[in-house]
């Protein structure tokens, strides 16, 4: 009976030294997997001061590179809109990693704070998403990060939507073994070592006073260059990726030129996965969050944002993918390479958003006035 009372504590013990391991693992591996391009470092800032913003800015870095916070404020306080902006987008963020963070985020912010102060958070202005379930990285920690159930479920059905059944197939498998990854956070133990040591910290708290000062935003092209330990789009450098744009610039403007001539048809939505789009619209609506989807200055056509507009499906979309009715947005002295706007175009652009933005909240003003009488 010793022996074996010993034994069962033995593997007792163990167990929980498993099981404390993978929850170090798994904590570890879900917060470290952000810190790309100051990720972590912008979470932990709206953790700390995010209930003194009442909109946030979801998406890829077509936004973080993009949107100015204290410029949209001050067009906006000009418009008659006394509100507080926050940029909460990151470079390269895929429609379902913007998505899971968009969720953290807003669970964070809504409902009544740590003090009882009421929620103040009531608008999210997100990147028109794509739904793709391709992606870049697949190995990369923060594209594991976002595999849980929630996301796991969205992309598989994106997948599902997929014409070529060879392809669903293969990255069906792909998903599924993120996901099965994220649980387990197999092969994590280092990152977890190094969480539990404090050792993951001074880059963050590197990173936190200049995001905290732009409120998120870090545009391309200014002096001085990016944040320390920013991450590129890509793997190009990003001196390489504009020095090369400026190179090509003719097949550029070749480029919006064909846009402005209606270069580009809307897809139909039969390869579109609505149930993604209607979750996430159905999560923010839960929690009394507007959503507003904006189609960003890009030089090509967005699929499918068109027609779920004209359909009614998206409540409210700001576009600005249009050279004809934002030509200042596409001039090539204000970008930085094909996607992105440098400083000068971040400037136009943020302009351009607040007075969009402004005119949904001056709507929105007059049905609520409408309603009250």
């Known amino acids: 009976p010793g022996r074996l009372r010993a034994a069962v504590l033995g593997a007792a013990l163990a167990g ?3 099981c404390a391991a993978a929850l170090a693992q798994r904590s570890a591996l879900d917060d470290d997997a952000l810190r790309i391009d100051g990720q972590r470092a912008k979470l932990e800032d709206l953790a700390a001061r995010g209930r003194e913003f009442d909109v946030l800015f979801f998406g890829s870095s077509y936004l973080h590179r993009g949107l100015d916070p204290s410029a949209i404020d001050a067009r906006l306080a000009e418009r008659g809109h006394a509100v507080r902006t926050y940029n909460c987008a990151f470079a390269a963020g895929f429609s379902f990693e913007t998505d899971a963070i968009l969720r953290r985020v807003v669970s964070e912010l809504t409902g009544p704070g740590p003090r009882g102060e009421p929620q103040r958070l009531r608008w999210a202005v997100v990147e028109f998403p794509d739904w793709s379930p391709d992606s870049k990285n697949l190995s990369a920690l923060r594209t594991v990060a976002w595999h849980d159930a929630t996301q796991t479920r969205n992309v598989l059905r994106a997948v599902a939507a ?3 059944a060879s392809r669903r197939v293969r990255q069906g498998a792909e998903h599924v ?3 099965l990854t994220q649980v387990l956070g197999a092969g994590f133990g280092p990152i977890a070592w190094d969480e539990l040591t404090g050792g993951s910290r001074a880059p963050i708290e590197a ?6 000062a732009a409120r998120g935003f870090n545009p391309l092209g200014k002096e001085g260059g990016d944040e320390p330990g920013s991450e590129p789009e890509d793997d190009v450098p990003a001196a390489k990726r504009h020095e090369d744009f400026l190179a090509n610039a003719a097949a550029y403007e070749a480029s919006v030129a064909a846009l402005r001539d209606g270069g580009g048809k809307a897809k139909g939505l039969k390869d579109y996965p609505l149930a993604a789009l209607r979750s996430q619209m159905q999560f923010l609506e839960e929690r009394g969050v ?13 699929a499918h944002a068109d027609r779920l507009a004209a359909k009614g499906v998206v409540p409210s979309l700001l576009v600005f993918n249009d050279p004809a009715k ?3 947005l596409f001039e090539v002295s204000g970008r930085f390479d094909r996607g992105h706007v440098n400083v000068k175009g971040a ?8 007075d969009a933005f402004a005119d949904v909240l001056s709507a929105d003003a007059a049905r609520a006035e409408g309603g009250r009488r």
Do not use: D, M, Q, T
């Open 16 to 18: 929980a030294v498993a």
């Open 162 to 164: 997929g014409e070529r």
């Open 177 to 179: 073994r993120l996901f």
């Open 207 to 212: 990173l936190l006073p200049s995001v905290a």
């Open 290 to 302: 507007r959503v507003v989807y904006v189609v960003p200055p890009v030089p090509w056509r967005v």
């Open 326 to 328: 934002h030509a200042a």
């Open 347 to 354: 400037a136009a652009f943020s302009l351009a958003l607040a």
